[in-house]
């Protein structure tokens, strides 16, 4: 009788156990948030860049500044920068200076904030070869805000981080 309940309390501390590793309660991280900057990608003479979020607060991102430090771009080879917004998120405010090679805009979602996802497309008319290295943000001069009217701290760039976000749309004829 004794070895039968040292048997059952022992399966039953083993059940809480599994249980409470399969909720994610053990060896559970703070998962930091993450602006997605993805690589160029060129067919022909044509170029983009798709900029995502991922892990962000509850919240959402419903906001993004890039100032006119914020991003930089080889103008030898890209010209002709047009930015959409994706996903419920508009242009407020853009522009590219192809004679400088620098970028500034702000785009904005006024119904909802994004936790993970697409949230705008850079496109642009590309003569020779774009790599990763020809399209640079600079963390320093990004602000992201919430859905809350609130500046989101703690994120990162994920410019190597491994994340593909489809864009759902791709409007006909759109370069």
Known sequence: MRS???????????????LTACMGQWFTQEQKAYLVIGTPVVTGSYGEVIISVVNMPQEGMASMAVNV??????????TGIVLAGLNG??????EFNDATGK????????N????????????FDVSGSVGSGDV????????L????NTFITGWEPGTG?????KDATQEEGAK
Do not use: P, Q, W
């Open 4 to 18: 039968r309940f040292a048997a059952f309390c022992l399966l039953a501390i083993g059940v809480v156990f599994v």
């Open 136 to 143: 640079a943000f600079h963390e320093l001069h990004i602000k």
């Open 112 to 123: 909802a904030g994004s936790i993970a996802g697409t949230v705008a497309k850079l496109t």
């Open 103 to 110: 970028g500034r805009f702000v785009i904005g979602n006024a």
């Open 161 to 165: 981080k491994a994340y593909y976000a």
């Open 145 to 148: 805000g919430s859905h809350l």
């Open 69 to 78: 430090d914020g991003m930089t771009y080889t103008n030898a080879k890209i």
């Open 89 to 94: 998120f508009t242009v407020l405010a853009s």
